[in-house]
C-alpha cells in the first residue's frame, strides 16, 4: 500500500454567500462564485501549495461546488503533476434549495440550541448525514492507496464543516470534540503528515471555541 507522505485539507475561498447572506435567496448554493478577495486568498494558498509539492505528484479530489473549482483553479499547480477527479461526497452541507434568510437565521439558532452534529436543516442535511458521506468517501481513498504508483501526495478542496468532519472520522473524534471546533477560514489548510511510526498527525489543530462536554468516556 502506497499511502501518502501528506494530504491537505484546504477550504474554498471567500465566496459570495460569505461576503452577502441574502445571496442564498436568488442563487443555488453551488453556484456561487469567489469574491475578489477569495480569489486573491485562494492564489496566496496556491503559492503555499506549490512551494509544498514541489515537483511531486498529487492526486486531487475537488467538491463540485464552483467556489471549490474556482479555488482549485487559482492554486496554479502545473497540470502534468495533478490527476484532478470531482468528488460529490466532498460537497458543503446541504441546508435546502432556495434559502429564506429569515428561515436560515431561525434554523441556525435552532441548531446551535440542539447540536451542530445532530440537528438536521428542514430540507437539508445534519452534521451527521455529511459525516456519513465524507466516511464512505474515505473507504474510496483508502482503497486508492493499494495502487503502488498512488502520488504521494492528496489535496482535497472542499469546505470548512466537511473538513472538520474529515478529521472527526480520520482521527476518531467524538461528537463532543466536533462540537467544540470552528471551522477553519477562507482557503485556509489543515495537512495530514504521516510520520515514521505509520500514523498520522495534524498540523495544526482547528480553533477550539468551547471546552468538550462528552456525555461518557472516550477515546
Given at each position: 500500500m502506497a499511502r501518502p507522505r501528506r494530504i491537505v485539507l484546504v477550504r474554498h475561498g471567500e465566496s459570495e454567500g460569505n461576503a452577502d447572506d441574502t445571496v442564498y435567496e436568488r442563487e443555488p448554493d453551488h453556484a456561487l462564485r469567489l469574491t475578489d478577495a477569495g480569489l486573491r486568498q485562494a492564489e496566496a494558498t496556491g503559492e503555499r501549495l506549490r512551494a509544498m509539492f514541489g515537483n511531486?505528484?498529487?492526486?486531487?479530489?475537488?467538491?463540485p461546488y464552483r467556489r471549490t473549482h474556482e479555488t482549485f483553479r487559482a492554486f496554479g499547480l502545473d497540470p502534468?503533476?495533478?490527476?484532478?477527479?470531482?468528488?460529490?461526497?466532498?460537497?458543503?452541507?446541504?441546508?435546502?434549495?432556495?434559502?429564506?434568510?429569515?428561515?436560515?437565521?431561525?434554523?441556525?439558532?435552532?441548531?446551535?440550541?440542539?447540536?451542530?452534529?445532530?440537528?438536521r436543516f428542514a430540507q437539508g442535511e445534519s452534521?451527521?448525514?455529511?459525516?456519513?458521506?465524507?466516511?464512505?468517501?474515505?473507504?474510496?481513498?483508502?482503497?486508492?492507496?493499494?495502487?503502488?504508483?498512488?502520488?504521494?501526495?492528496?489535496?482535497?478542496?472542499?469546505?470548512?464543516?466537511?473538513?472538520?468532519?474529515?478529521?472527526?472520522r480520520w482521527f476518531h473524534?467524538?461528537?463532543?470534540?466536533?462540537?467544540?471546533?470552528?471551522?477553519?477560514?477562507?482557503?485556509?489548510?489543515?495537512?495530514?503528515?504521516?510520520?515514521?511510526?505509520g500514523r498520522y498527525s495534524l498540523d495544526r489543530p482547528f480553533q477550539r471555541w468551547r471546552a468538550p462536554e462528552p456525555y461518557g468516556i472516550t477515546g
Open positions: 511531486e505528484k498529487v492526486s486531487v479530489y475537488v467538491s502534468e503533476q495533478v490527476r484532478i477527479r470531482e468528488e460529490p461526497r466532498l460537497r458543503e452541507q446541504d441546508w435546502g434549495n432556495w434559502q429564506d434568510r429569515d428561515d436560515v437565521k431561525l434554523q441556525k439558532a435552532y441548531r446551535d440550541a440542539y447540536g451542530h452534529f445532530f440537528y452534521g451527521a448525514d455529511v459525516y456519513d458521506r465524507v466516511g464512505a468517501f474515505l473507504e474510496s481513498l483508502y482503497r486508492s492507496f493499494e495502487a503502488p504508483d498512488h502520488p504521494p501526495n492528496v489535496l482535497l478542496v472542499t469546505h470548512g464543516l466537511t473538513m472538520r468532519l474529515f478529521c472527526m473524534w467524538s461528537v463532543a470534540d466536533f462540537e467544540s471546533l470552528s471551522n477553519p477560514g477562507n482557503a485556509e489548510t489543515r495537512t495530514l503528515l504521516l510520520g515514521a511510526d
